[in-house]
């Protein structure tokens, strides 16, 4: 089985036992993972997460990891890069030893409690400088409150005489009446005269209410005052930016002002003291501008700690981040091995290449001797008749094109995979309804500039449009490259021809300006569609034609070379009755009516028609009148002699291969059922005992093992079974169900034949489309310009030429290009790839390190 | 210098080199993917250009253009 695994089949996998020692288990795995080429089956389905081996390991490195992350966020609110984890060594990011794990727990535990110390001690900080911030509003407002209130007390006193004076007013002016003019006297005055004020600052959006509640529930009982604090207050809890009034509310009454207070302290309002007097006031500001002062200088400090820390973990964070996944990522895995208590070996079951096998067993003796143990690791392969997954080993050049397939389906173990001829089929008929040598050009140019700055790309973050083209730039490359060569074939280049050859037609000089063309002699056009077509009248009912039977022909070919693949499938997996049931009545049928098909359109171009005296027939009809009058050809639409004898003879082929198609398969199944039935044989698949073939050295210590916790029964030769394998894969044979399938097969085979012949006339209407979108956009701006003149001319051809590029790009070259490879994609997933595609494969699925990190970026 | 031998002619030239593909692909784990890109890309091509060939080797119909210019080869 050492043959070489090549692309056009998945490669060979073989499932192994790994016998590891306790010890090591961890070290094993964590080299496995960055081999990346073995797929662990998960050996405890039964136990659930919770009660697996390493459940407290993975808890330790969720919390690890958990502290990590909240690091990153801090350093996001702190706008501090992380280094990008490309800049480390590679051994940086190597699984790390225990020791280093647990080291690396500890230090961040620290880091994570001193960042958080410092977070609350700055927040702390922040609000008290809030809080600062806005008592010195209110102390300035408030002040300059009170100074107004007394620079009016003349104004109050002349309203005593009102009978409706306010309460308040009332008050105040029966205190302005005593003959003092003394501010200080004044202002001792509202504690004589029993009135209070409540000071404090509110959000803006809600002063409108606090006014409103505070006049119901007082009834008017109060005096308010309030301005607005010009300055923005950013509340530290959650950043945000608040707008803020200062109020100061004079009432009388201890009751009233306790009402106040409580309103105000529901509302959300902050009060802050402030003194009636204004020499204290003074006093108060300047305490709170030093202590503001101080403050800042505290909090500069905290902010420039907290940074450095946040800068210093941020140079090995990605490392960190790193080591914690491959090591969360191990343990995981660990979790799927089973565990024995008593020879304290743990035992994994993976899937792996088998030309990976040589390259597992180095490495493992390789962990092996450096952890210096003397009990090696045991690599054993075991025989399954588990299916084994699916595995194309891909680079970055084919990766792109198998992952079209795999959009489709995983192909089964070791059947054709049609990614391989995916790598030109797709493109080149892409390339026919995108054919222009012009615009097949820039897309060859864009992928050619995202393959050089390849490295730099891929490390930036892209947008989702653009990281699509780049995944795809291998496929775009081939795209253009092939675009290239139909332009040149179609003698397309923006709209316009090449002239790079001599014309096989010439176009005589009298009677212009109207003329038709005549051909020279026997030469013709040597590579593509002569130029002489270009800019004529019926070049359009030409390459109508052409294309048309250039469609038909390229999807019979593409489909001819696809059904040919269920043959080489049919031979892989040894099935004679696929060859003779399904391949050989398939291709039978299809080639009697579409291959006669193809071979009329060849033959009816390579025959002279004029030359013979003979009127050209049409193949249309004569498919038609093929099978609705067969053995009768009329005169006139003759082909060639014998014409409707051989006609009759494809019609009875493909008649008579459809029932071969039907029943041939269903009934060779049956007879074959019966004839192992009457031999006494049973089905296959439920013979599958799998013993794991251990050389018997360490068999005889006790016969009662226990794997999971469940007894191994099997003590006879000492073999354990890890697992049961008794799954049964072979299904018993149903003859009505392998008729249905084969009447579903039949119907659709005959059915798709037609329908996906006429499928590929896709081809012709997009590169019709393409030639003609590419014409009007020409003709539309700078056909224009070139028929101006003067200085008009140059600057109308700036501007259309600025249109016409901009428009080439946008419309021809991305739209175009998307909706051509769109169809291209569809001819591949449906027209060919059912011609021989078997499917139902389970995908490899590798644990790999490089894997992991390429899904689920650190950074 | 191209009429219909031209076709054999070129059948020749790919086969040939078809056959350089297959002998001079690059060694190693990538050669199924050198080899099968380069001769299916060879066949390809001919065929497009065979078919095109083909298409105009005995013309039905002849171009013919309403406004051109004396001394013009035609074309565009």
């Excluded at chain 1, 288990?25 to 697996?52: I, P, Y």
């Excluded at chain 1, 945000?240 to 009233?256: L, P, Q, S």
């Excluded at chain 1, 500069?300 to 973990?313: C, F, G, P, V, W």
């Excluded at chain 1, 051909?519 to 109508?544: C, E, M, T, V």
């Amino acid at each position: 089985m050492a043959t070489k695994d090549t692309l056009f089949r998945s490669a060979s996998m073989s499932l192994t036992q790994l016998y590891i020692s306790n010890e090591i288990g961890r070290e094993v795995v964590s080299a496995l993972g960055e081999l990346g080429v073995t797929q662990f089956r998960d050996l405890n389905s039964e136990t659930s997460a919770f009660q697996r081996t390493f459940t407290k390991e993975i808890r330790r490195l969720d919390n690890i990891e958990r502290q990590l992350r909240y690091f990153k966020s801090q350093m996001e609110k702190a706008n501090i890069e992380m280094r990008s984890h490309w800049d480390f060594d590679e051994d940086m990011l190597a699984a790390p030893q225990a020791a280093e794990i647990d080291e690396l727990a500890d230090r961040s535990e620290q880091l994570e409690q001193r960042v958080k110390n410092l977070n609350e001690s700055y927040e702390t900080l922040k609000k008290r400088e809030m809080e600062l911030t806005e008592w010195r509003w209110v102390l300035k407002e408030a002040g300059s409150f009170f100074d107004r209130a007394h620079g009016q007390t003349d104004d109050i006193r002349q309203s005593l005489d009102d009978d409706d004076a306010p309460l308040l007013r009332n008050a105040e002016a029966e205190e302005g009446r005593r003959p003092n003019g003394d501010v200080g006297q004044q202002q001792q005055s509202f504690a004589v005269m029993n009135i209070g004020f409540v000071s404090g600052v509110i959000p803006r959006e809600r002063l409108a209410a606090f006014e409103r509640i505070l006049w119901r529930t007082l009834r008017g009982n109060l005096y308010m005052n309030q301005s607005e604090i010009p300055e923005v207050i950013i509340n530290p809890e959650d950043n945000e930016e608040v707008r803020k009034n200062v109020f100061v509310i004079f009432a009388h009454g201890k009751e009233i002002i306790a009402k106040i207070r409580k309103i105000s302290e529901s509302l959300g309002a902050d009060l802050y003291n402030v003194d009636e007097n204004s020499d204290l006031r003074r006093d108060q500001i300047h305490e709170v501008n030093t202590r503001l002062s101080d403050l800042a200088s505290v909090l500069r400090n905290t902010k420039n700690t907290l940074d450095a820390e946040l800068t210093q973990i941020a140079r090995s964070l990605a490392a960190w981040l790193i080591v914690i996944k491959k090591e969360k990522a191990v343990y995981n895995a660990l979790n799927m091995c089973s565990y024995d208590q008593a020879r304290k070996t743990l035992i994994a079951e993976a899937w792996c290449p088998t030309n990976s096998l040589p390259q597992i067993r180095a490495t493992l003796q390789d962990v092996n001797d450096r952890a210096g143990l003397s009990v090696p690791t045991i690599v054993n392969q075991i025989k399954t008749n588990k299916t084994p997954p699916t595995y194309n080993k891909t680079n970055k050049f084919t990766e792109g094109f198998q992952t079209i397939i795999n959009a489709y389906g995983t192909a089964k173990y070791q059947e054709v995979n049609p990614g391989l001829y995916t790598i030109v089929t797709f493109p080149f008929l892409f390339a026919v309804m995108f054919g222009d040598f012009g615009h097949g050009f820039l897309m060859f140019m864009a992928a050619c500039a995202m393959i050089y700055w390849e490295k730099p790309l891929s490390r930036s973050k892209q947008d989702e449009l653009f990281s699509m083209a780049f995944y795809g730039r291998y496929i775009m490359l081939m795209m253009g490259t092939y675009s290239m060569f139909t332009g040149l074939i179609y003698n397309d280049v923006f709209s316009k021809g090449f002239t790079a050859f001599e014309s096989a037609w010439e176009y005589p000089e009298d009677g212009r300006p109207e003329v038709t063309a005549h051909l020279k002699g026997s030469y013709r056009y040597p590579f593509g569609i002569d130029w002489a077509w270009h800019g004529s009248d019926n070049d359009l009912l030409f390459s109508n034609s052409f294309k048309m039977k250039l469609s038909i022909l390229m999807g019979w070919c593409h489909m001819t070379y696809a059904l040919m693949f269920s043959l080489t499938n049919a031979r892989h997996f040894k099935s004679k009755i696929d060859i003779w049931g399904n391949f050989v009545p398939g291709l039978l049928f299809f080639q009697a009516i579409f291959g006669y098909l193809t071979f009329t359109i060849v033959y009816k171009w390579s025959v002279d028609w004029y030359a013979e005296g003979r009127n050209p027939p049409s193949l249309l009809n004569m498919l038609i009148q093929m099978f609705l009058s067969p053995g009768t050809v009329a005169e006139g639409d003759q082909l060639y002699p014998g014409q409707a004898t051989v006609q009759v003879l494809l019609v009875l082929i493909a008649v008579i291969n459809v029932p071969i198609l039907l029943l041939l398969k269903p009934l060779y199944l049956r007879w074959e059922h019966n004839r192992t039935a009457a031999k006494g044989y049973r089905g296959i698949g439920d013979t599958s005992h799998v013993t794991h073939a251990l050389d018997d050295d360490d068999d005889e210590e006790g016969d009662t093992r226990h794997m999971n916790g469940r007894p191994s029964t099997d003590t006879d030769e000492g073999a354990m079974i890890t697992e049961n394998i008794h799954e049964e894969e072979g299904e018993e044979f149903e003859f009505s169900e392998v008729m249905i399938h084969q009447t579903i097969h039949t119907i659709e085979f005959c059915l798709n034949c037609v329908s996906h012949t006429a499928s590929y006339l896709r081809l012709w209407a997009l590169s019709l489309a393409h030639q003609q979108l590419s014409v009007v956009l020409w003709n539309m701006t700078l056909g224009n310009a070139f028929t101006m003149s003067g200085g008009l001319q140059i600057v109308m051809l700036v501007v259309t030429f600025a249109m016409w590029f901009v428009l080439t790009i946008a419309v021809l070259c991305v739209m175009e290009g998307t909706s051509a490879m769109l169809h291209s994609l569809r001819l591949h997933w449906v027209e060919a790839m059912s011609k021989h595609f078997i499917g139902e494969g389970i995908p490899f699925e590798p644990f790999s390190f490089k894997l992991l990190l390429e899904e689920d970026p650190v950074d | 210098m191209a009429n219909g031998w031209s076709l054999l002619v070129g059948f020749v030239v790919i086969v040939a080199l078809s056959a350089a593909a297959y002998f001079f692909s690059p060694k190693g784990e990538n050669q199924t993917i050198w080899r099968s890109t380069l001769i299916l890309s060879f066949a390809s091509c001919y065929i497009m250009w065979a078919i095109t060939f083909l298409a105009q080797w005995h013309p039905l119909i002849e171009p013919k253009m309403s406004k051109l210019r004396p001394g013009y080869p035609g074309g565009s």
